[in-house]
C-alpha cells in the first residue's frame, strides 16, 4: 500500500523570532501526517475511537537536519516499519515540497489500548484492521 505525503504549510505562528519553525511543531505535523495516513487506510482515529480503541503515542524522535521556515510547505512522508498486533512504529521524512531537501527525520511508536487502558489486540479483537495494518508493514519491506 502506498500512502500520499502529507503537505503541510509553515504558519507565522509556528516559528521563532528568526521566522525558523520551532522544533517543537514537527512532533504536531507528524500527528497530522500519523491521522491522515491511519485515514488512508481506512482506520483513522473516528473509525477506531468508535470501536473503543485508543491508541497513545509510547516514544517520539526527531533528528533535525535544515530547517523550516515561514512561509514553506513541507511533505511528511510516513512508512509503518514495525507492526506486531498490539504495537507499531512508524517512520517520517520532512521534505521541503519545493526543493525536496531533507528537514528532519522522526520516529514515533504506538500502541492500541481499550477505554481502561489496557492493551488491545488487533490480530484477536480486529483481523480485518490487523490484516490491513500487516499488508502496510509487508508494503515497506
Given amino acids: 500500500m502506498q500512502f500520499r505525503p502529507y503537505r503541510h504549510k509553515a504558519q507565522y505562528y509556528e516559528t521563532d523570532t528568526m521566522k525558523i519553525v ?3 511543531n514537527y512532533v504536531r505535523w507528524m500527528e497530522e501526517a500519523r491521522v ?3 485515514e488512508q487506510m ?3 482515529y473516528e473509525v477506531m475511537e468508535r470501536e473503543g480503541v485508543l491508541s497513545p503515542v509510547l ?3 526527531c533528528e533535525y537536519k535544515s530547517m523550516t521556515r515561514f512561509p514553506e510547505t513541507v511533505e511528511i ?3 509503518l516499519v514495525r507492526y ?3 504495537r507499531f512504529d512508524l517512520a517520517y521524512e520532512i521534505r521541503d515540497a519545493a ?3 531533507l528537514r528532519t527525520l522522526c520516529k514515533s511508536a504506538h500502541c492500541f489500548i ?3 487502558g489496557r492493551p488491545i489486540s488487533l490480530r484477536r479483537r480486529f483481523p480485518a484492521w490487523d490484516k490491513t495494518f500487516c499488508e502496510c508493514a509487508e508494503s515497506f519491506r
Avoid: K
Fill in 22 to 24: 520551532h522544533h517543537s
Fill in 36 to 38: 491522515d495516513m491511519l
Fill in 42 to 44: 481506512g482506520i483513522g
Fill in 59 to 61: 516514544s517520539v524522535e
Fill in 77 to 79: 512522508s510516513v512508512r
Fill in 84 to 86: 506486531t498486533g498490539v
Fill in 99 to 101: 526543493s525536496g531537501q
Fill in 114 to 116: 481499550d477505554g481502561s
